[in-house]
């Protein structure tokens, strides 16, 4: 009976750890979520990037699954300097002028490194070290369990898009 016993414990414990591991990916794209949102407000696109007014911003996912949710979540009923936000999920083919702001997940990276490059006007941002340094504009990174960010200025100019200075201020600039 111990040895039943002991393994419910296991399984309890188990269980326990895998639900706190789920958690915790949840509210980390939560956080990259609401910060890929709030990145929006800081950069200026090129004229040519909205055909009206009032076109919508759309952010597109490459991979990730988790990081499509989570931002439907953070965009839900929200605007944009008059502009309503929304979210798509993509294919690697399947990346166009059509997209403002790229999401490439871990899953994705390998594709987007070996494919064609992106149309101008759109914010590229990843979450695999090394991203900004291979010519994506804003990089996610986990320092001590909180996430943080790089900004990439050079691949940001290529793109014909223009950061903030007050979000430079908060990012580690990336030079490449």
């Given amino acids: 009976m111990r040895t039943t016993s002991g393994c419910r414990s296991v399984l309890v414990v188990g269980a326990v750890l895998a639900t706190s591991a789920m958690a915790q990916t949840v509210d980390e ?39 499509t949710n989570s931002l439907r979540e953070a965009v839900s009923g929200n605007s944009i300097d008059g502009r309503p936000v929304t979210v798509r999920q993509v294919a690697m083919g399947q990346v166009s002028c059509a997209c403002n ?12 490194r070996t494919g064609p490059k992106e149309p101008a006007g759109i914010l590229t941002v990843g979450e695999t070290p090394g991203f900004a340094a291979d010519g994506g504009v804003i990089n996610f990174k986990l320092e001590d369990g909180r996430v943080r960010f ?23 600039v990336v030079k490449r």
């Fill in 101 to 112: 702001i790229l999401f490439v997940g871990s899953s994705a990276v390998k594709h987007f």
């Fill in 29 to 67: 794209y939560r956080v990259k979520a609401a910060f890929v949102f709030n990145f929006a407000k800081f950069i200026q696109w090129p004229t040519e990037a909205f055909k009206k007014p009032d076109d919508p911003l759309v952010i597109c996912v490459l991979g990730q699954d988790q990081m």
């Fill in 150 to 172: 790089e900004i990439n200025v050079a691949a940001a100019e290529r793109q014909q898009l223009h950061i903030s200075s007050k979000l430079l201020s908060l990012a580690q």
